[in-house]
């Protein structure tokens, strides 16, 4: 398995700025395709056309939000102008009710989705919901992006989360390019449940599945020493001056649509490295 396609998103400038850069880069170090997908949104809450906007103001709302992807689309044309791999951009132009299945299917067919930080200062609702799209709707695995972190052009360190999750296996199998190029892994494991069925040896068939694909692993089991487990990671990621967490995405259904349950939510808000997760 290798990264041929990698996508990302832009809807502003700044804050797109790291991601922009992270696709460029992973493109370039695994010889890979990259589409940047450059949205105008017009960002009225639906239920305000509902309550009696005239098509004047609908029209001029969706006018902007082509101009901002026009705009958009320069910009990145502008970042990858000499770039020394294979790209496109691509500009489009939504509504926000209309953003997750424009997202979901300009992704699904992509290897790996580069994004920023869906929370923050300054942060729209559109990175949750296009951070959602992707890895819900879309299934594809996507590495989260802190604000001024440079993305290296392979990872040497990295942890892995690992529950037993589905979630987490997936994620796991989705980053195994990152895996095997890496010098060190670690598979961290939070409180494992003294009954389950890794009781004896935690982590130990994930370890063995590892080292069949190349990669040498170890683990390391860590006490629940703070309410929260991405709190928790975090620590562990410093201690081991690692460079990506890999975990699965976790979520629950709302109106039909999954969102990104609280757990997972944390984790993005404050992540010190980049997150490789897949749903």
């Known amino acids: 398995m290798a990264y041929r396609t990698i996508t990302t998103l832009l809807t502003d400038t700044k804050l797109n700025a790291a991601s922009l850069a992270a696709a460029g880069r992973l493109a370039a170090s695994n010889e890979a395709h990259l589409d940047v997908l450059c949205l105008g949104l017009d960002r009225t809450q639906p239920g305000f056309y509902y309550a009696g906007a005239s098509a004047m103001v609908v029209q001029d709302n969706m006018a902007q939000a082509r101009e901002d992807a026009v705009r958009l689309e320069k910009h990145a044309q502008a970042q990858l102008d000499g770039a020394l791999f294979a790209w496109a951009t691509t500009g489009l132009s939504a509504q926000m009710v209309a953003l997750p299945g424009l997202v979901a299917h300009r992704t699904r067919f992509t290897d790996l989705v580069v994004l920023p930080q869906p929370y923050g200062e300054g942060r729209g609702h559109e990175l949750e919901a296009i951070t959602e799209a992707a890895l819900f709707n879309g299934a594809v695995p996507v590495l989260i992006v802190p604000d001024e972190v440079e993305v290296p052009a392979t990872f040497q360190n990295i942890v892995i989360a690992w529950n037993e999750s589905g979630e987490a296996l997936r994620a796991i199998r989705a980053a195994l390019p990152f895996l095997q190029a890496a010098e060190r892994v670690s598979i961290a494991i939070i409180d494992p449940p003294q009954h389950g069925p890794e009781r004896s040896d935690p982590g130990g068939a994930l370890s063995q599945m590892l080292a069949r694909h190349g990669v040498r692993a170890e683990v390391s089991v860590l006490a629940k ?16 001056d690692a460079e990506m967490v ?3 995405a976790y979520g629950h259904s709302r109106f039909r649509e999954s969102i990104l349950g609280g757990a997972t939510r944390h984790m993005l808000e404050v992540a010190e490295v980049p997150v490789l997760m897949a749903h």
Do not use: Y
């Open 225 to 240: 020493t703070m309410p929260r487990v991405s709190d928790i990671l975090n620590r562990h990621v410093r201690d081991k």
């Open 246 to 248: 890999v975990m699965g």
